[in-house]
Antibody, heavy 124, light 107 residues
Framework: QVQLVQSGAEVKKPGASVKISCRAS????????IHWVRQAPGQRLEWMGW????????KSSPKLQGRVTITRVASANTAYMELSSLRSEDTAVYYC?????????????????WGQGTLVTVSS | DIQMTQSPSSLSASVGDRVTITCRAS??????LAWYQQKPGKVPKLLIY???TLQSGVPSRFSGSGSGTDFTLTISSLQPEDVATYYC?????????FGQGTKVEIK
């Protein structure tokens, strides 16, 4: 059964960093890309970034102004997202999600599997 | 960057009604559009990809159409379990932008 299992809730102070893990189960992490999406309370889904889990290439949202770092450890079948210089407005549920890449040459970068979400609360 | 705009932001309909949600891209995205359903307090779930292809296991009352800049999600007969917020998303290239969501309620 394909699953993405995320680490637990975090409480951080403004200015700190948070690192969330996303462990793939039921498939090899390096076969598909991983995205990070967040959702502030009552707000829309916001795409944060992506990692090509095969070669480690990343893309991230310019709105995050270089504060996000996405990595993976293939041997642990796990991807990570670190967000630095936390502010109160970073309080949100953070999700990892898998894309299928190219399927028989067709762009298939939609998100077919999501982690359970990790609540990050930023408060002094 | 391409912006995704959904309408309406919310709607209320009766059980059995036909419901249509629209999504407009600020530039053409061919058919690289997905729809997700997010029930209250739950993880988003993929409903439709490639604008009109139903994800496995999704009820056939859901359908999608469109290409280029204008897309629609239709629920042919609204059921109580369809209460949720629905999001469109472009996925042809970064950034993978979502629409602002459409909240569907039962009247």
């Amino acid at each position: 059964q394909v699953q993405l299992v995320q680490s637990g809730a975090e409480v951080k102070k403004p200015g700190a960093s948070v690192k969330i893990s996303c462990r793939a189960s039921g498939y090899s992490l390096t076969n598909y890309g991983i995205h990070w999406v967040r959702q502030a309370p009552g707000q829309r889904l916001e795409w944060m970034g992506w990692i090509n889990t095969g070669n480690g290439d990343t893309k991230s949202s310019p709105k995050l102004q270089g504060r996000v770092t996405i990595t993976r450890v293939a041997s642990a079948n796990t991807a990570y997202m670190e967000l630095s210089s936390l502010r109160s407005e970073d309080t949100a549920v953070y999700y990892c999600a898998r894309d299928l890449g190219k399927v028989r040459g067709v762009i298939s970068y939609y998100f077919d599997c999501w982690g359970q979400g990790t609540l990050v609360t930023v408060s002094s | 960057d391409i912006q995704m705009t959904q309408s309406p932001s919310s709607l209320s309909a009766s059980v059995g009604d036909r419901v249509t949600i629209t999504c407009r891209a600020s530039q053409g995205i061919t058919n690289y559009l997905a729809w997700y359903q997010q029930k209250p307090g739950k993880v988003p779930k993929l409903l439709i990809y490639a604008a009109s292809t139903l994800q496995s296991g999704v009820p056939s009352r859901f359908s999608g159409s469109g290409s280029g800049t204008d897309f629609t999600l239709t629920i042919s007969s609204l059921q109580p379990e369809d209460v949720a917020t629905y999001y469109c998303q472009k996925y042809n290239s970064a950034p993978w932008t979502f629409g602002q969501g459409t909240k569907v309620e039962i009247k």
